[in-house]
């Protein structure tokens, strides 16, 4: 019986793959802050409205996170993002 050898090559993956794999990270990243902190916010000022403390401010703030949430909608930047940059690293790594 013959055991064949399995011979592992390492190709380098091209600067402009991982040029653009860093940029879809820190875009992924940038639409994550942008969402789940919106929402933090937004949440932490809307208790603080409606316990009285700060009134309108919070509320005005309050507003504004949300606002920021349905109008620019980070979560679907942020899916777009990751679906891309898994397709691209998958296939940078197929190479």
Same mark, same amino acid.
Request: glycine share 6%; net charge positive; proline share 2%.
């Given at each position: #019986? ?14 402009? *793959?991982?040029?653009?794999?860093? %940029? =879809?990270?820190? $875009? =992924? @990243?940038? &639409? &994550?802050? *942008?969402? $789940?902190?919106?929402? *933090? ?14 009134? &309108? ?20 930047? @942020?899916?777009? @993002?990751?679906? #891309? =940059?898994?397709?691209? %690293?998958?296939?940078?790594?197929? *190479?």
């Amino acid at each position: #019986m013959s055991k064949e050898k399995e011979v592992l090559v390492v190709l380098e993956v091209p600067e402009e *793959i991982k040029q653009r794999l860093n %940029d =879809w990270r820190r $875009y =992924w @990243y940038r &639409s &994550s802050v *942008i969402h $789940y902190g919106a929402g *933090i916010l937004g949440i932490l000022c809307s208790t603080f409205a409606a316990t009285g403390f700060l009134t &309108s401010f919070a509320s005005v703030i309050s507003a504004v996170c949300f606002g920021v949430i349905g109008f620019a909608k980070p979560l679907e930047k @942020y899916n777009k @993002y990751v679906q #891309m =940059w898994r397709k691209l %690293d998958s296939a940078a790594y197929k *190479i």
